[in-house]
């Protein structure tokens, strides 16, 4: 476990910026010679809503990103001393939140610091796939084996780069599902056991299990989360969050892997705060329905206390997640 002192968080902030720094000027470069068309602002609209998700899984620097960046962490550092107030704070929400539901919860204590529409029903884009993992890591033995079907590919987008015909351990698919957003690998998931268990059935098992730890409002259709009707609650992604990292921390470990290669190919996880020492995981998703939405964990302290940042309908997710940890912790 990382362990620092105020100064040490500062330096870490300050390594990390820099770090960013590097990779916006590189993605930036790398856009204007690629394809101007393709690689555009994070926040620019497009009519195919996998076409959306992926732009933003993949990681498309935002030149604004850095200052918001290096601003927003202010308060946060301020909070990784011990003697902050973790009272509840007001459910309004802030002019500067784009985001129309939230939730700043502390993991340890399960109480929630911030909220904000916290019981409102939306769509949740790609966190769907962290219900998926966890049912993957239910259903089957780390070991088992997929072979890629082309009805498996058939779903939009290819950030898995997987193969027809190839044959994949459930533990290794884990990691394209989670770091880079695969949709080919949470229906590789989905078949498989469909296919011996019944159409259906491993999204009825993501259902059950969402019922079953107390996230009654949450609701999947299909288990990648192109589907407007995978929905749930800010509150309960919270609580789903807080039983990952307390039974299935492997699972938000993955999400903080930066590459992994596999044969012949490298996923590279896009995740802006992955520089951070005090970011311990998370996915992000988008749709056209859903907007940008987030489930964050950070930690602060010694000893460390652990964080649970839930972002629904956001236009901005970055600067929203450093805006609500600011209330929370200031």
């Given at each position: 476990m990382r362990e620092y002192t105020g100064s040490q968080?500062?330096?870490?902030?300050?390594?990390?910026?820099?770090?960013?720094?590097?990779?916006?000027?590189?993605g930036i470069f790398a856009v204007q010679i690629v394809s101007s068309a393709?690689?555009?602002?994070?926040?620019?609209?497009?009519?195919?809503?996998?076409?959306?998700?992926?732009?933003?899984?993949?990681?498309?620097?935002?030149?604004?990103?850095?200052?918001?960046?290096?601003?927003?962490?202010?308060?946060?550092?301020?909070a990784s001393r011990e003697d902050f107030d973790e009272t509840t704070i007001s459910a309004v929400a802030s002019p500067s939140v784009s985001a129309?539901?939230?939730?700043?919860?502390?993991?340890?204590?399960?109480?929630?610091?911030?909220?904000?529409?916290?019981?409102?029903?939306?769509?949740?884009?790609?966190?769907?796939?962290?219900?998926?993992?966890?049912?993957?890591?239910?259903?089957f033995d780390e070991n088992h084996t997929i072979e890629i079907t082309g009805q498996m590919l058939a779903t939009e987008g290819d950030t898995g780069k997987l193969r027809l015909g190839e044959k994949i351990k459930v533990k290794d698919l884990l990691y394209p599902l989670l770091m880079v957003s695969s949709n080919d690998a949470a229906e590789a998931l989905a078949q498989t056991y469909d296919a011996k268990h019944g159409r259906g059935k491993f999204v009825k098992e993501m259902n059950d299990w969402a019922g079953s730890i107390g996230a009654y409002r949450t609701y999947f259709r299909d288990p990648?989360?192109?589907?407007?009707?995978?929905?749930?609650?800010?509150?309960?992604?919270?609580?789903?969050?807080?039983?990952?990292?307390?039974?299935?921390?492997?699972?938000?470990?993955?999400?903080?892997?930066?590459?992994?290669?596999?044969?012949?190919?490298?996923?590279?996880?896009?995740?802006?705060?992955?520089?951070?020492?005090?970011?311990?995981?998370?996915?992000?998703?988008?749709?056209?329905?859903?907007?940008?939405?987030?489930?964050?964990?950070?930690?602060?302290?010694?000893?460390?206390?652990?964080?649970?940042?839930?972002?629904?309908g956001s236009k901005q997710r970055d600067a929203d997640t450093l805006a609500v940890l600011n209330m929370a912790l200031k």
């Open positions: 968080f500062f330096i870490s902030i300050f390594t990390a910026v820099l770090v960013g720094v590097g990779l916006a000027y590189g393709r690689m555009g602002s994070v926040e620019e609209k497009r009519e195919d809503a996998q076409t959306e998700e992926v732009h933003e899984e993949e990681g498309v620097i935002d030149p604004t990103f850095i200052s918001r960046f290096s601003r927003g962490f202010a308060y946060i550092a301020e129309l539901a939230y939730t700043v919860t502390s993991i340890d204590k399960g109480n929630t610091l911030v909220e904000h529409d916290a019981e409102r029903l939306l769509p949740i884009a790609s966190i769907t796939k962290l219900i998926a993992a966890v049912i993957a890591k239910k259903v990648s989360g192109l589907s407007s009707n995978n929905m749930s609650t800010a509150r309960d992604i919270s609580i789903i969050a807080k039983w990952i990292k307390e039974n299935e921390p492997e699972i938000f470990d993955i999400t903080l892997t930066k590459a992994r290669t596999m044969r012949t190919r490298t996923w590279i996880n896009p995740t802006h705060f992955l520089n951070l020492s005090s970011y311990d995981g998370g996915k992000n998703g988008f749709t056209t329905e859903a907007g940008l939405t987030s489930v964050s964990l950070f930690s602060f302290g010694i000893p460390k206390r652990y964080y649970s940042v839930v972002l629904l």
